[in-house]
């Protein structure tokens, strides 16, 4: 038996595994969760990412805005499956006060260190990189500096300092559809410089699903184990790239440090509106509400570059599957620093 080290969510959203399904993921019965044109204005929702707030629960979603581009809007919801929208986009200002608004934002995290909440996207600084913004009453939302050159994707910050630092994950990239990709992690004593970079994992392995490049998906979990992260692996077909998941445990201390990967794939495009949409064959995990009483874990993934999906697992059936489909990389079991 696992365990996820912190956080008792008894009202996450769930659903048992179907009986004779065999996967370690399992989707939500009446998925997509959200559809298309779920706010005037904005033509798809997808790519977001959820957290417990009071009560209830708080998003940060992808909207893609009827001219194209990508903002970031705030979402409230009761349950985490039904979820409503705020009309205007998230606001952000520096931290002087004034309006800093990104040209655009997309594929955002969220998550909270201490008292304070992050929200990390990818935006436009001469390039594609990270950007990173706070807020402890998801009012006022504050923009620090960017934490990375461009280009680059996937920044994915952990939940928790380590020796004092925080701790970035991000996937270095180029300014278009980024046929490479592998996972680095960054230091940072106070969010604004950064270094100490290790490299992670590199995309590859015996199997093909993450040949073309893979970047972290959700915060990492803390487990009794070490780190899980949930991550996208990125195979090319000749009618174009296929997004699947699949998962890693890191090391604890140095989570730089691969312990165990998954070589194959736990859930990968066969539902309609996976297949089926702005881009098809995508499946993009970036959020997960975990419960550490019952080991359950909700992962919200945008499917299709049009929809957001829910699926279903647990602490065990995940770190089974990774044990069980074990296969790291040359550099995976190193400390990374090359
Ligand atoms: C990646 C990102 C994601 C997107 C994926 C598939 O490069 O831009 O936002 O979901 O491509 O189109």
Redesign the pocket.
């Known amino acids: 038996m696992s365990k996820i080290l912190e956080g008792n969510l008894s009202n996450i959203p769930w659903q048992e595994k179907p009986l004779n399904f065999n996967g370690p993921i399992w989707r939500h019965t009446e998925n997509p969760i959200i559809g298309r044109n779920p706010v005037e204005g904005v033509a798809r929702i997808?790519?977001s990412a959820v957290m417990p707030y009071g009560d209830e629960f708080i998003g940060v979603f992808?909207g893609e805005t009827i001219n194209g581009r990508p903002h970031i809007y705030l979402g409230h919801s009761k349950d985490a499956v039904n979820w409503e929208f705020d009309k205007e986009k998230i606001q952000f200002v520096d931290e002087a006060g004034k309006p800093y608004q990104p040209l655009y934002a997309?594929?955002p995290r969220l998550l909270k260190i201490e008292d304070t909440y992050y929200i990390i996207w990818?935006g436009d600084f001469d390039g594609a990189t990270i950007g990173l913004a706070k807020t402890t009453d998801f009012k006022t939302f504050t923009r620090l500096e960017n934490p990375f050159l461009p280009f680059n994707?996937n920044g994915v910050l952990f939940p928790k300092k380590i020796d004092g630092k925080y701790l970035m994950l991000s996937r270095p990239?180029d300014n278009g559809?980024?046929p490479f990709g592998d996972i680095f992690l960054s230091k940072s004593p106070d969010l604004k410089y950064w270094g100490e970079h290790r490299i992670v994992m590199q995309k590859g392995g015996s199997g093909w699903w993450q040949s073309v490049k893979i970047?972290c998906g959700p915060a990492p979990i803390e487990t009794d184990e070490g780190w899980l992260i949930f991550y996208h692996g990125v195979t090319g077909t000749c009618n174009g790239?296929v997004?699947s998941m699949s998962a890693a445990i890191l090391d604890k201390d140095c989570p730089s440090k691969v312990l165990y990967r998954a070589g194959s794939i736990m859930l990968t495009p066969e539902e309609w509106y996976e297949e089926r949409g702005f881009?098809a064959n995508?499946i993009?995990p970036c959020a997960t509400l975990a419960d550490a009483e019952t080991g359950r874990i909700a992962i919200y993934y945008?499917a299709a570059?049009t929809y957001v999906g829910l699926a279903y697992t647990t602490i065990d059936e995940t770190v089974k599957f990774i044990k069980e489909h074990n296969e790291l990389g040359s550099i995976d079991g190193e400390e990374g620093r090359l």
């Open positions: 997808f790519n992808r997309y594929d990818c994707r990239s559809h980024t970047g790239l997004y881009v995508v993009f945008g570059d």
